[in-house]
């Protein structure tokens, strides 16, 4: 079976793991003030070019998302999300459970824009009965979205300066975000990201590393005492020069973005090859994220040979499928799966 159903199903990048190998018996000091830390740290600051930003490592995207809205909200406030947004489908309610709702918005492509932040700020804060209903604290997106989807640097400008006007935070999730930035139409750069938002994650689960997500906080007056809260979620490795280790391999000669473009260009040459049959799609990526729209009999035989998700039932007969690409998606794979569409 060849598997296209998620870009978490492989290890980790080869040169993460000797480099793992080569450091096992060195001893540092825990919880994420090795030197490893500190020099995967200092190339993220100049990626972003900022020196001023705090970088903090995370074991995963759920507990990245959770400590960081935690940290931030008052007991009353929520966190604007799509509707699709990960941490409102697939997240069990990890949000919920720290004690603040999902602030939920209508979104055909799984983007937020500046126009909704302020109807939903200003319907609130112009309600008479506003105590009685949860404040909106900040604003979460993702780059991609759940649905592969990006935004363009004039979107993330514009919705940058609507949650400015309303005092929102704007948190991004970037769990792929090296297939973001690596997208054929992608005109945003890490330095952009880091004016624009106050906090955003670069990951690495699905991007070339065992695990680990990196915390860029952006926003001075969320910076202070930072650590206590990723211990308290359980978010903290006590053997942090592992994800030290593997941020400094991953941004060491462009590896992060070489991956994430060889992801990338897998995903356009499926794209291609359902487009050439003349299939729809549910939602137009440019990312490593592909759902194509194929009768049911066309998806039945495909999954005799691949592991794909099925996304969405489109009517009796037709569903939308998500074909996912990774860093370490072989082409060989990807050419045989194209002649088994061609056959379709």
Request: aromatic share 10%.
């Amino acid at each position: 079976m060849i598997r296209f159903e998620c870009d978490y199903a492989e290890g980790a990048h080869p040169k993460i793991l000797k480099k793992l190998f080569d450091t096992n018996f060195e001893q540092t000091p825990g919880y994420g003030v090795d030197e490893y830390c500190e020099r995967a740290k200092n190339k993220i600051k100049k990626l972003c070019g900022n020196e001023n930003i705090d970088v903090h490592f995370l074991v995963g995207g759920t507990q990245a998302n959770l400590t960081v809205i935690s940290s931030i909200l008052k007991p009353y406030q929520g966190v604007v999300s799509a509707e699709t947004g990960h941490i409102n489908v697939h997240e069990t309610g990890a949000i919920e459970q720290t004690g603040h709702k999902v602030i939920t918005l209508p979104s055909g492509d799984g983007k937020v824009t500046a126009e909704q932040v302020l109807d939903i700020y200003n319907s609130h804060f112009e309600d008479s009965l506003r105590e009685h209903t949860v404040q909106p604290g900040m604003v979460y997106i993702s780059h991609p979205t759940e649905n592969g989807t990006t935004y363009t640097k004039s979107e993330l400008k514009n919705l940058s300066k609507a949650c400015k006007k309303c005092n929102l935070p704007l948190f991004l999730d970037g769990a792929r975000l090296g297939y973001g930035l690596m997208a054929e139409n992608n005109d945003l750069s890490l330095e952009d990201i880091t004016n624009l938002c106050d906090i955003f994650y670069i990951g690495g689960t699905k991007i070339g590393a065992l695990f680990g997500e990196a915390v860029v906080i952006c926003n001075e007056k969320f910076k202070k005492d930072f650590r206590y809260n990723i211990k308290q979620r359980g978010a903290m490795l006590a053997k942090g020069r592992i994800l030290g280790i593997q941020f400094d391999v991953l941004f060491e000669n462009d590896l992060y973005f070489e991956i994430s473009k060889h992801a990338v260009d897998m995903a356009m040459l499926i794209k291609n090859a359902f487009s050439q049959k003349g299939f729809k799609f549910l939602y137009e990526s440019s990312t490593n994220q592909q759902f194509p729209i194929l009768p049911n009999d066309k998806l039945e035989k495909l999954s005799e040979k691949y592991s794909f998700c099925c996304w969405n039932k489109i009517d009796e007969n037709h569903s939308a499928a998500r074909f996912c690409t990774s860093w370490a998606t072989k082409k060989e794979d990807v050419l045989n799966l194209i002649e088994d569409i061609k056959k379709l």
